[in-house]
């Protein structure tokens, strides 16, 4: 089941004295965030109106509505605000939402469960797949690329990898036997 809500962005913090936050946007535009206003929090307890006042280094200035004072925007650092999924626009067959992939049931080729999706990363070159399961101790980080990840099902609830060799622990047992 796919999330009504997706985080399009994230208060990091004031900007100047008169009540603007720093806002990182999650959107491949990073302007359109304040398309999707009224954003929300993820309990849908607060909501805001956004206008973008400006582009600074990591980020954006804006102004949420019914933030006046620095202080008050100081006390958002670190909200996370969210969009409804039928204000997004619609992806191709090939991308999909971040929140879509977390929780995904992760096989290999040969059909053997590795885990599960347990977040998807990006550090700048492109997104990784990060994967916890049995046997996995510090998790497994592959790259989403379509040679990697060939299959995504969403209806289905998994995915299928082809991990570069060596990026999963051997699966032999002490006597040569599959565990």
Known sequence: MTSPLICVGAIAGSFGVRGEVRLKSFCADPLAIGDYAPLTTEDGSRSFTVQITGQIKDGLAARLSGIATKEAADALKGLR???????????????????????????????????????????????????????????????????????????????????????????????????
């Not at 040969?110 to 510090?138: F, M, P, T, W, Y």
């Not at 790259?143 to 990898?161: C, I, S």
Request: hydrophobic share 40%.
């Open 81 to 179: 605000l969210f969009a409804p999924r039928d204000r997004l626009p619609g992806l191709p067959d090939d991308e999909f939402y971040h929140t879509d992939l977390i929780g995904l049931e992760v096989v290999d080729t040969g059909g053997h469960i590795l885990g599960r999706v347990s977040a998807v990363l990006n550090h700048g070159a492109s997104d990784l797949i990060e994967v916890q399961g049995k046997g996995l101790k510090d998790g497994l980080l592959l790259p989403f690329t379509q040679a990697v990840v060939p299959t995504v099902d969403l209806t289905a609830g998994r995915m299928v990898v082809d991990p570069p060799e060596g990026a999963v622990p051997d699966r032999a047992g002490p006597s040569g036997t599959a565990t």
